[in-house]
């Protein structure tokens, strides 16, 4: 990638529209777009009326160019957006054209990648364009838009800032010694430690919340044959995606569909039947059921509530379960009585999806305080928030141990550099910095 070039790209989907968007970036983005719109002037953060024409003079498309100046724009450059036509080759004949007046094609990621480069976005706040776009829920959707307005970054900043000042003491009676700078105490090192060990914990604990936000809940439907599975499937879809037959057996193999429930993205994996069967096809599936089971973070197990209890053996893996008493529209057996926890539904008048949506945002969100701030960190996040506690701990095992400050030091640097590599703007020379405004050096 190099910065200083123009790059151009359409920015929204591919297919046929009534608009679509193509951002130019870069010094000369002004002067491409210019020079195949006949030199028209563009004023900064107002939407001009544009005929973007061909090497011949003939008109490709009309468009509103809007043009932002640097550095008060995504990307910290001069930038152009053109609403063109969405047709998809009038969008790329205009893109062509900008190509040919000096803009080279957009390498993927380059724009949010020049914004980071250019100081408007830290790495965290990056990678949440991307979970906004992706976003299958709306908690998903609330956690993005909290890392891109830099919750995860204000963290991690105030992490460092701490750690920043650890050293700062360190190095300063490593390096300054003629000064007669008193170090901190052990014990106020060791304080300040544990305050920078909480920060990075608190964020590790979202690590769980961040997976099942970003890659939704892995939702197994488990249960004997002929009880509701598959209802439950398409009830929950709200379209008949399964399959339903009285025929015990009917589903032979998992079905896999997402669903927003909860504010969450329920991964939902409808399952065969769990019985005794010589059937071979029929124990392949249960053994897929079984699996996927295993491999769940909440069973759904369903019930006939008229019949008799039945017991199945479901995995133990530590998922969450939630017992669902399906056909609550006609009498329940009396083997059902004692069961006060478990939701009752009907699939056939759709009954009790409101009941489950609520017990299912209880398990994952338990404080309502909390969805308003969400901050997940997703795996990047995790192995170097992981990274620097170990530093950490070797960084306390040392001052312990009243080991040479320079062993210290280099734990503390590491450290910093595990969370710098978080939002990519943690500087170690900013200890440095610290030592001279923190103590009265050199006079």
């Known amino acids: ?46 939407a001009t ?30 930038t152009v957006e053109l609403s063109c036509h969405g047709g998809m080759l009038v969008t790329r004949r205009v893109l062509e054209r900008l190509l040919a007046c000096g803009a080279r094609p957009a390498e993927p990621g380059e724009f949010s990648r020049r914004a980071f480069e250019n100081g408007k976005l830290d790495l965290t706040q990056a990678e949440a364009v991307m979970d906004i776009i992706s976003a299958g829920s709306d908690l998903a959707l609330r ?17 460092a800032d701490i750690l920043i000042n650890v050293a700062a003491h360190v190095e300063a009676y490593i390096d300054f010694p003629e000064e007669d700078i008193a170090p901190d105490t052990t014990d106020t090192l060791l304080a300040q430690l544990d305050e920078v060990e909480a920060l990075v914990r608190r964020l590790l604990a979202t690590a769980d919340e961040g997976r099942l936000l970003r890659e939704g809940v892995r939702t197994a439907i488990v249960g004997a044959p002929n009880v509701g599975k598959s209802s ?12 339903v037959s009285s025929t015990a057996g009917t589903t032979r193999d998992t079905i896999e569909e997402s669903v927003a429930l909860g504010g969450l993205r329920l991964r939902l ?40 209890r039945q017991r199945i053996d479901l995995p133990q893996n530590g998922a969450h379960h939630i017992l669902l008493l399906n056909k609550c529209d006609q009498p329940a057996h009396p083997d059902w009585a004692g069961e006060p926890a478990a939701i009752r539904i009907s699939c056939h008048n759709g009954s009790g999806r409101e009941a489950l949506e609520r017990a299912v945002e209880n398990l994952f969100l338990h404080d309502s305080g909390e969805r308003d701030s969400l901050a997940a960190i997703n795996t990047r996040h995790r192995f170097a928030l992981q990274e620097a506690l170990d530093y950490l701990a070797a960084a306390r095992a040392a ?15 590491a450290a910093l550099d595990s969370l710098g590599s978080i939002t990519g703007r943690i500087d170690t020379d900013d200890i440095l910095t610290r030592v001279f405004s923190t103590f009265c050096l050199g006079k």
């Open 1 to 46: 990638m190099q910065g200083n070039e123009t790059i151009a790209a359409i920015a929204t989907a591919p297919g046929t529209g009534a608009i679509a968007v193509i951002r130019v970036s870069g010094t000369g983005a002004v002067q491409v777009v210019q020079e195949c719109t006949g030199g028209k002037t563009l004023k900064p953060r107002y």
């Open 49 to 78: 009326l544009v005929r973007v024409r061909d090497a011949h003079g003939l008109v490709i498309d009309e468009c509103v160019a809007t043009y932002f100046a640097g550095p008060a724009s995504f990307t910290g450059e001069d």
């Open 143 to 159: 956690a993005a838009q909290n890392q891109l307005q830099g919750a995860i970054g204000t963290q991690v900043a105030a992490a």
């Open 232 to 243: 439950l499937l398409n009830m929950l879809l709200g379209y008949e995606r399964a399959i």
């Open 269 to 308: 994996i409808d399952t065969a039947g769990l019985h005794e069967s010589a059937d071979a096809i029929e124990c392949a599936g249960m053994e897929r059921s079984r699996r996927a089971g295993a491999e769940a973070d909440l069973i759904l197990e369903v019930a006939d509530v008229t019949l008799p």
């Open 399 to 413: 001052l312990l141990a009243g080991e040479s400050p320079e062993f210290v030091d280099v734990d503390l640097r």
